[in-house]
């Protein structure tokens, strides 16, 4: 008999250590809600989510679609006339690094604001300073879940159509190596232009 080795077949591997389980998922899950029911009680009858603004997705893709951003800027707090310091303490969420780069975003932005305001009921810090009306609203106030506002998107997809005659014979490629081109010698085909007419003017003159 040759002195060989005998098989090892590695059936002791202790599988369990070496991975991560997820058997605690449904407790998770109960414990999540649990915690939002207690947070929701908590700030009650404040709103349980901030009012966040609508952008637009990043990339051409996406640009179509409208979601909840960050917070809003300061230019749109401005124009609904909410102070930067007193949007926080009233539920709006704010983010200084955002910039509205379109008269529509803001638009947007400052008239969902102004619907927050008119839904808004705020009490005087001061107690004697509280009217009855006021503690009355506030007792009859309903919290609200999700965003008060919500995100009402108006977008429709265009309808399918015949590609026309004019589509057909159109070149994508070449038209946009045209322009890249036109583009690329655009100051040089200017500076001509303006020596030729120059120099016809000179000419002009000199007669």
Same mark, same amino acid.
């Given at each position: 008999?040759?002195?060989?080795?005998?098989?090892?077949?590695?059936?002791?591997?202790?599988?369990?250590?070496?991975?991560?389980?997820?058997?605690?998922?449904?407790?998770?899950?109960?414990?999540? !809600?649990? $915690?939002?029911?207690?947070? /929701?009680? *908590?700030? #009650?009858?404040?709103?349980?989510?901030?009012?966040? %603004? =609508? @952008?637009?997705?990043?990339?051409?893709?996406?640009?179509?679609?409208?979601?909840?951003?960050?917070?809003?800027?300061?230019?749109?707090?401005?124009?609904?006339?909410?102070?930067?310091?007193?949007?926080?303490?009233?539920?709006?969420?704010?983010?200084?690094?955002?910039?509205?780069?379109?008269?529509?975003?803001?638009?947007?932005?400052?008239?969902?604001?102004?619907?927050?305001?008119?839904?808004?009921?705020?009490?005087?810090?001061?107690?004697?300073? !509280?009217? $009855?009306?006021?503690?009355? /609203?506030? *007792?009859? #106030?309903?919290?609200?879940?999700?965003?008060?506002? %919500? =995100? @009402?998107?108006?977008?429709?997809?265009?309808?399918?159509?015949?590609?026309?005659?004019?589509?057909?014979?159109?070149?994508?490629?070449?038209?946009?190596?045209?322009?890249?081109?036109?583009?690329?010698?655009?100051?040089?085909?200017?500076?001509?232009?303006?020596?030729?007419?120059?120099?016809?003017?000179?000419?002009?003159?000199?007669?």
């Amino acid at each position: 008999m040759q002195n060989k080795q005998l098989p090892n077949t590695h059936f002791r591997k202790e599988w369990d250590l070496r991975i991560r389980t997820w058997f605690d998922q449904p407790g998770r899950k109960l414990r999540r !809600r649990r $915690a939002r029911v207690a947070k /929701a009680a *908590k700030v #009650a009858p404040r709103p349980v989510e901030a009012l966040r %603004p =609508v @952008v637009r997705c990043p990339t051409v893709k996406y640009n179509y679609k409208l979601r909840l951003g960050r917070g809003f800027t300061h230019e749109e707090l401005k124009a609904a006339g909410v102070a930067v310091k007193t949007a926080r303490t009233i539920g709006i969420s704010v983010d200084h690094r955002r910039r509205n780069r379109s008269e529509e975003s803001l638009a947007r932005n400052v008239q969902r604001l102004k619907e927050y305001q008119s839904k808004l009921i705020v009490l005087p810090r001061n107690p004697k300073k !509280r009217t $009855a009306e006021d503690i009355e /609203a506030y *007792k009859n #106030a309903v919290q609200a879940k999700g965003q008060v506002v %919500p =995100v @009402v998107d108006t977008y429709t997809p265009e309808a399918p159509r015949a590609v026309t005659a004019e589509e057909k014979q159109a070149k994508a490629f070449v038209t946009l190596r045209e322009a890249r081109g036109t583009n690329k010698v655009a100051g040089r085909t200017a500076k001509t232009i303006a020596y030729f007419k120059e120099k016809k003017e000179n000419s002009a003159a000199k007669k």
